[in-house]
């Protein structure tokens, strides 16, 4: 079964390559191509129907300490209007999903999780709920657009207030229609994702198309803003058999306090996440076996071509921290390519 | 998407050149670089590979994928394309004069399509 998101019409509309991602319809692209769609990001604004990512509740007297056991992060100290990331884990410490919180209220989170994984955390969410504490998947409530880049602000900023810091979100209204705003993205650029009511998604999609500097962009620029900002994806550089900690997110994990997965995260740390930029000629892909001198360190989880640097790069799970400066090779299809390992994030914006 | 007359093509979304009675330039065709998305590496055959109809010659990757580009005729590569190591959204903006390799000692190149045929052909494909 493949759903469509309530922006289904609109993507055909403007002629996008549809494909079927996560259970979704979605566009892969548009015509502009994904170059172009991946420029406009970096330099003007683009515009993302993202309405398949999936959204839970949790509120009640307990909401946050289920949060706190379910997840990675301490969300004790989150003040009303910001958002925080998180990972949520197994008890083996291997990864269910990524995910990131809005404390609404006291006792009130909206939390976003991955479309591909909406089912399995609504179960495990659903399986180790405690105390009081009203749980919802409200995904179907919600479409979700993202528009993202250098002008974001200006192009949003016409038609309601904004939230001014780095993940932070507001309660306001975009055409009468009421929405909430956050300033967030998966692009490593300045921007918003918008979240409404599924049938208020098309006015406010066209709406914001009618500014000539919003380009329409799909998931193959998606794909390649986070790759070229390094920010990991599941089932690439997070799945049930890597720990947080091998895929670098320190920041999101807290590990003075109880929550699912902790003894075990903090028994393995085998891995670790690198960035190869590629120097010789080609391009690595996900799951290439990764040498140096011959021995085998570990393989890539994503790689592609990065518009913006105009370069190769890929990332790798790999058997210890290499430095910067690390010659390393990659096996593309039998054949050996040079790269050198070099420091997250490959694209990192100016503030 | 367009189909010069003078070229021929394959079902695997090449086109034929013939510069001469044992020559002939292959490229991708306007079908398939729109299909592909942006290239942006271009793996050429080495010169004297033997190019076996119907068989992998060489690939090319977009920012999605990697795609093989397999040979519409047999023959032995005498020359490649280098401009497109440098240059490979060549592809994309100019697929009839983008050529990737030129073969010489040709052979099996009787049931490539003509224009129309070719047309009809990625009509088909598209539904």
């Known amino acids: 079964m493949t759903f469509k998101t309530p922006l289904y019409e609109e993507h055909v509309a403007l002629d996008g390559r549809i494909v079927d991602f996560a259970g979704y319809f979605l566009p892969v692209q548009y015509p502009t191509g994904v170059i172009k769609e991946h420029m406009a990001v970096r330099e003007k604004a683009g515009l993302f129907d993202v309405s398949h ?33 998180g990972e949520m884990c197994y008890e083996d410490g291997g990864c269910v999903d990524d995910l990131i919180v809005y404390r609404r209220g006291e006792e009130d989170f909206f939390v976003v999780v991955n479309a591909s994984n909406r089912f399995k955390d609504v179960e495990w969410m659903k399986a180790h709920l405690k105390g009081e504490v009203e749980f919802e998947d409200v995904s179907d409530s919600y479409a979700e657009i993202a528009l993202q880049g250098p002008l974001s602000g200006e192009i949003l900023g016409k038609y309601t207030e904004l939230p001014q810091k780095y993940y932070s979100f507001i309660d306001t209204e975009i055409l009468g229609r009421k929405v909430m705003v956050s300033q967030t993205g998966y692009t490593g650029e300045y921007g918003f994702e918008i979240y409404c009511a599924p049938e208020d998604a098309p006015l406010i999609w066209r709406e914001l198309l009618k500014d000539e500097r919003v380009t329409p962009c799909g998931l193959g620029s998606r794909d390649t803003l986070r790759l070229e900002a390094s920010m990991p994806l599941y089932g690439h550089e997070m799945d049930e058999t890597i720990s947080p900690l091998e895929t670098g997110l320190d920041f999101g994990v807290k590990m003075n306090k109880d929550f699912i997965g902790r003894d075990a995260i903090a028994a393995r740390h085998n891995r670790h996440r690198i960035g190869i930029r590629i120097t010789g000629r080609g391009i690595a892909r996900e799951h290439s076996d990764v040498f140096i001198n011959d021995q085998l360190i570990g393989h890539t989880t994503s790689g592609t071509h990065c518009p913006y640097l105009k370069g190769a790069y890929a990332m790798a799970l790999v058997n210890e921290a290499y430095e910067p400066g690390t010659k390393v090779e990659v096996d593309v299809r039998g054949r050996r390519i040079e790269g050198e390992v070099t420091a997250l994030p490959f694209y990192k914006r100016e503030r | 998407m367009k189909t010069p ?67 519409p005729l047999s023959g032995t590569v005498y020359e490649v394309n280098e401009e497109l190591l440098d240059a490979p959204e060549l592809i994309n903006t100019d697929p009839y004069g983008a050529w990737l390799f030129r073969l010489n000692e040709i052979s099996d190149a009787d049931d490539l399509m003509d224009a129309d045929a070719y047309a009809a052909f990625c009509e088909t494909e598209a539904h």
């Open chain 2, 5 to 71: 007359n003078e070229l021929k093509y394959s079902k695997t979304h090449e086109w034929v050149r013939f510069i001469s009675e044992t020559e002939a330039e292959v490229g991708l065709t306007d079908y398939a670089q729109d299909a592909l998305g942006d290239l942006v590496f271009v793996n050429l055959p080495e010169i004297d590979t033997t190019a076996a109809k119907e068989e992998t010659i060489c690939d090319v990757e977009s920012v999605k994928a990697v795609s093989d580009v397999y040979a």
């Open chain 1, 53 to 85: 990512m999936g959204e839970v509740t949790f509120k009640g007297k307990d909401a946050l300490a289920n949060l706190n056991y379910i997840l990675t992060n301490d969300y004790t100290n989150l003040k009303i209007g910001r958002v925080r990331y």
